[in-house]
Nanobody, 128 residues
Framework: QVQLVESGGGLVQAGGSLRLSCAASGRIFSSYVMGWFRQAPGKERVLVGF????????YYADSVKGRFTISRDNAKNTVYLQMNSLKPEDTAVYYC?????????????????????WGQGTQVTVSS
């Protein structure tokens, strides 16, 4: 069983920054692909990006590319989402998720159904 706990959300003005953290339990955290998703009110949960087990590869949705950075510290069982140049449209509940399946194609990790474990979410609100 894997437990994920997000933190770091809050209210920030447009143009500001926040760093979200996701602390994971489990001895084999270092083998998981970790994803960040977000869900705005009345909308579907969508992928923000993900990072592979060694942090050698990351993917970002076009909407956040160049503004958001995902990193991980396997020694601390923690993954981070650094969000810069925030916009009101970034307002959402942000979730981290763990995929415990190793798959050769990165497209596998685009889909939320391929993540087995989820955190409870943390609210990010960006005011204009």
């Amino acid at each position: 069983q894997v437990q994920l706990v997000e933190s770091g959300g809050g209210l920030v003005q447009a143009g500001g920054s926040l760093r979200l953290s996701c602390a994971a339990s489990g001895r084999i955290f270092s083998s998981y692909v970790m994803g960040w998703f977000r869900q705005a009110p009345g909308k579907e949960r969508v992928l923000v990006g993900f990072i592979n087990w060694s942090a050698s590869s990351t993917y970002y949705a076009d909407s956040v590319k160049g503004r958001f950075t995902i990193s991980r510290d396997n020694a601390k069982n923690t993954v981070y989402l650094q969000m810069n140049s925030l916009k009101p449209e970034d307002t959402a509940v942000y979730y981290c998720a763990a995929s415990v399946t190793t798959y050769s194609s990165s497209y596998y990790y685009y889909y939320k159904s391929n993540y087995a474990y989820w955190g409870q979410g943390t609210q990010v609100t960006v005011s204009s």
